[in-house]
């Protein structure tokens, strides 16, 4: 799988962090009796704890010091906290919330280290680089003049404040920047808290709304003007309730709403692990805190989503109607997507609903809304999320989908369904969702806004099939690259089974097939081993079972660590060929570090140093990222040369629904100076024979437009074939419901009229071998 980009991505989100440090607990003047570690979790799904611990060293350690260990169980949940006790004081008043885990560390008020550690064994490092260089170690916190930190020390700690992170966990390395002073706020998994300043009870018998209402806490900007104060007996209707996962909480709405079209009448009512007691109906007043989530961590780039936190509830009625939904479609949403913040934070701008689709949005946050008959861009996921588009008329693809065919080109008719009642959609891109799906506007950094689904519309088959690539001629060579998503012998022999018939059915079985993203023998597992041998012995034997050819293999194993990708996995690009219609030549030399140069012969023609060989595989254009695999081949006696890549992926990129406009692309300037190596090494074959027939292919993660195939182009080296394509036919997989190219075949000039296909299977489908559809093309 390419790893996943705001526009075509996938980049996990940042995780487990160390959230709080306090070591007073107990001392003169606090009000806590024990100290406390809290972790926290900014990632979309929870983090298991099994094996992990958190241990603590003295500010100041000498030769002699050791580090106190605490083992840790369970796991922290998405968005959540996870609280381990450490030892308690002789003063203090106030004992901690109910601990996940607890220890008897004594800490220091005013300076240490915590380090979380996948380990329960005591680590060894005693100074800031020993311990930076220990690959065990997670998240480090240094505070007060500890000498172990990252960055600068915290400042701030003593007998009654901690150090603690701000709402969105953000971590930047360097421990004085991301954690500050201030009243401890313990928090466990159950989202129950202590110390601080709590939320704000209201009385039984108080039945008075607050001065606040909903739209007053929205306010007619993306951030809350009420943002971390604590609001009393806000009124509104319970409209939704998420009463599962580890994000749990309910959704409420004013019925009587003002008369500004930018300030929100919803909001989400977060009760963490607990499970809501209210039902959808209920008439309900809340105090709570006013928190901006950022989902995914602030360095993530997503928008906040304004939420009441720590909540008391009380119910007034029950079985009340809910406030209307509003229609999202054609009609309602603008054609522009955003603002333009010139690069900036979009946060102050006043909200301009009637302007573009993302204020819009925002502007319903945590609101009911309802999407008629609506066209699926977007495949059911694992996570039953479907995208559709509201704007069905918005740069269609033949094939039902929504071209993504510029970086101005977002597309704002796309909207994310997820459902909250269980309903199992299972939908393809040009399927229908049916009339009527409702429920309350909520925000993700995996795809912007959701309509969360309280009603959920009947899907009705849009008919495509995945296609069949024609068969070249016998005088043709072809030649087809595919990502096949991770694949090692982990996986289940059904994904083996699921992508040989891709290759042997829908490739109708090419002479040379470029694979991307084929990992080592035995997959994530990180033990030094790079060899893929396995791998791809497993998966000829599968193409053969299924009626294709024997099909020979080379490729070169990366040094351990060294390529990117899943951890431990080392993926690579390989060649897989039919002897029996192409030869190999094999040179040797070739390595993970050595680079292979264009040789002229004597008859004015070109060979290579190495075959295989790898393009200037030392130069950093490839720091953590795939090199390119280069191979001679052989097809009626005539030489071909192929290039296999996998450029880096997008991410580090901001979202194109984030909270920067217009997105950065930071990851782009890596691609562009990968393109120019291959660019380099494809002008020096062609200097010394201008008529060398030359294929570069694979999952370039970037689109046609893009500076980096502008530079793998430049100077006319090579041909985008993708650009041959008719407009809305460029793309070859789709992501947050925009149909976009990732992949790529280009040829040089001496391969004139190829039979170029893009071969949809996989991309636009529920049930997909690959997230990625595969290419071939056929040549003299």
């Given at each position: 799988m390419a790893a996943v980009p705001f526009v075509a991505q996938g980049t996990p989100s940042a995780d487990a962090v160390i959230s709080e440090v306090y070591g007073g607990g107990g001392n003169s003047g606090a009000d806590l009796t024990g100290d406390f570690i809290e972790l926290g979790n900014a990632g979309g799904g929870s983090f298991d704890l099994s094996g992990w611990s958190v241990q603590y060293l003295s500010g100041s350690p000498g030769p002699s010091s050791t580090w106190q260990v605490t083992p840790l169980s369970g796991s922290i949940p998405a968005s959540g906290r996870y609280l381990v006790a450490e030892a308690k004081g002789a003063g203090g008043t106030k004992d901690l919330p109910a601990p996940d885990a607890s220890g008897s560390i004594p800490m220091s008020a005013t300076s240490g280290t915590v380090a979380l550690v996948h380990s329960t064994k005591a680590l060894t490092c005693l100074t800031a680089a020993d311990c930076a260089a220990d690959g065990t170690i997670k998240d480090l916190v240094g505070f007060g003049t500890a000498a172990i930190r990252e960055g600068t020390p915290a400042t701030g700690a003593g007998n009654t404040t901690s150090v603690a992170r701000g709402a969105d966990l953000a971590d930047t390395d360097d421990n004085a920047t991301d954690l500050t002073g201030g009243a401890p706020t313990p928090a466990n998994r159950a989202g129950q808290s202590g110390g601080g300043d709590p939320s704000p009870t209201p009385s039984p018998t108080d039945t008075t709304p607050g001065a606040l209402r909903i739209h007053d806490i929205q306010g007619a900007t993306r951030v809350s003007p009420e943002s971390g104060k604590s609001v009393i007996n806000v009124p509104g209707i319970v409209t939704a309730v998420r009463a599962t996962g580890s994000s749990r909480g309910?959704?409420?709405?004013?019925?009587?709403?003002?008369?500004?079209?930018?300030?929100?009448?919803?909001?989400?009512?977060?009760?963490g692990s607990a499970t809501p007691t209210v039902r959808v109906g209920d008439s309900v007043l809340v105090s709570a805190k006013v928190s901006e989530y950022t989902p995914g961590g602030a360095g993530g780039g997503a928008q906040s989503v304004t939420e009441l936190t720590g909540p008391t509830t009380a119910k007034l009625s029950s079985g009340n109607p809910l406030p209307a939904a509003e229609a999202i479609d054609a009609r309602t949403i603008p054609e522009a997507y955003t603002p333009d913040a010139r690069g900036g934070s979009i946060n102050p701008l006043p909200l301009e609903p009637a302007t573009y689709a993302l204020d819009w949005l925002e502007s319903r946050e945590g609101m009911r809304v309802e999407i008629?008959?609506?066209?699926?861009?977007?495949?059911?996921?694992?996570?039953?999320?479907?995208?559709?588009?509201?704007?069905?008329?918005?740069?269609?693809?033949?094939?039902?989908?929504?071209?993504?065919?510029?970086?101005?080109?977002?597309?704002?008719?796309?909207?994310?369904?997820?459902?909250?009642?269980?309903d199992t959609l299972g939908a393809n891109v040009g399927d229908t969702l049916g009339r009527t799906t409702s429920g309350p506007l909520d925000y993700s950094n995996y795809g912007g806004y959701t309509l969360q689904a309280t009603?959920?519309?009947?899907?009705?088959?849009?008919?495509?099939?995945?296609?069949?690539?024609?068969?070249?001629k016998d005088n043709e060579l072809s030649v087809a690259t595919y990502n096949v998503e991770n694949l090692d012998p982990t996986d289940p022999q059904a994904k083996f089974d699921r992508l040989a018939k891709g290759i042997v059915t829908h490739l109708a079985s090419p002479d040379i097939v470029s694979l991307?993203?084929?990992?080592?023998?035995?997959?994530?597992?990180?033990?030094?081993?790079?060899?893929?041998?396995?791998?791809?012995?497993?998966?000829?034997?599968?193409?053969?079972?299924?009626?294709?050819?024997?099909?020979?293999?080379?490729?070169?194993d990366p040094a351990d660590k060294a390529d990117g990708?899943?951890?431990?996995?080392?993926?690579?690009?390989?060649?897989?060929?039919n002897p029996k219609r192409t030869s190999f030549v094999d040179i040797p030399g070739g390595d993970a570090t050595t680079?292979?140069?264009?040789?002229?012969?004597?008859?004015?023609?070109?060979?290579?140093?190495?075959?295989?060989?790898?393009?200037?595989?030392?130069?950093?254009?490839?720091?953590?990222?795939?090199?390119?695999?280069?191979?001679?081949?052989?097809?009626?006696g005539k030489p071909y040369f192929l290039i296999g890549n996998h450029f880096n992926s997008k991410g580090g990129d901001k979202p194109v629904h984030g909270v920067d406009q217009p997105p950065s692309r930071s990851s782009e300037t890596q691609r562009v100076a990968q393109a120019t190596e291959v660019n380099t090494f494809v002008s020096g074959l062609l200097a010394k024979d201008r008529n060398a027939k030359v294929v570069v292919l694979g999952d370039l993660n970037?689109?046609?437009?893009?500076?980096?195939?502008?530079?793998?182009?430049?100077?006319?080296?090579?041909?985008?074939?993708?650009a041959t394509l008719p407009a809305d036919e460029r793309y070859?997989?789709?992501?947050?419901?925009?149909?976009?190219?990732?992949?790529?075949?280009?040829v040089s000039p001496a391969i004139k009229r190829p039979g170029y296909d893009v071969v949809h299977i996989n991309a636009e489908f529920a049930d997909q071998a690959s997230d990625h559809d595969p290419q071939v093309v056929n040549v003299r």
């Open positions: 309910f959704w409420i709405q004013d019925p009587e709403p003002d008369d500004n079209p930018a300030t929100s009448e919803g909001i989400f009512v977060f009760t008629g008959t609506s066209r699926v861009v977007g495949a059911s996921n694992a996570y039953n999320e479907t995208w559709v588009t509201t704007k069905p008329e918005q740069n269609p693809t033949p094939r039902g989908g929504t071209l993504y065919g510029s970086y101005d080109s977002q597309n704002s008719g796309r909207l994310l369904v997820a459902t909250l009642t269980g009603t959920v519309g009947k899907v009705a088959s849009g008919g495509i099939k995945p296609e069949v690539a024609k068969r070249g991307e993203e084929i990992q080592d023998d035995n997959g994530p597992k990180d033990d030094g081993t790079v060899a893929a041998d396995k791998t791809l012995q497993q998966f000829t034997d599968a193409i053969k079972a299924a009626g294709g050819p024997a099909y020979q293999w080379r490729s070169i990708g899943e951890p431990g996995g080392n993926i690579r690009t390989a060649f897989l060929y680079a292979v140069k264009p040789v002229a012969t004597g008859d004015n023609g070109v060979t290579l140093s190495a075959s295989p060989g790898r393009i200037n595989p030392t130069s950093s254009a490839w720091n953590n990222s795939r090199k390119p695999l280069v191979g001679e081949f052989r097809f009626r970037d689109f046609p437009f893009s500076p980096a195939v502008s530079a793998l182009t430049k100077n006319e080296v090579l041909t985008d074939l993708m070859s997989y789709v992501y947050d419901g925009n149909s976009q190219t990732l992949d790529h075949i280009l």
